[in-house]
């Protein structure tokens, strides 16, 4: 399955950089792509849990979903 989700903090060449490697490193979890114009980040997953547990690295690494809690202060 193929999903985009908006995501918080997006700033910079290197945020994308980070969310494709952290994403990309995730089993079941391939085709990471970052749009910095629309704050967003396409992947394919295989299950709901590859889903959950990517959306879980995004807010460990500082870019939550747009819709849950903002833990940095920018």
Do not use: W
């Not at 629309?38 to 394919?44: H, K, P």
């Amino acid at each position: 399955m193929r999903t985009t989700v908006h995501i918080q903090n997006l700033r910079s060449c290197g945020c994308e950089t980070t969310i494709i490697n952290k994403l990309s490193a995730l089993k079941n979890i391939s085709e990471v792509v970052v749009d910095q114009e629309a704050e967003s980040v396409t992947f394919n997953f295989h299950t709901k849990h590859d889903f959950e547990r990517a959306k879980d690295v995004l807010s460990m690494i500082g870019y939550p979903i747009i819709g849950t809690e903002n833990k940095l202060e920018i």
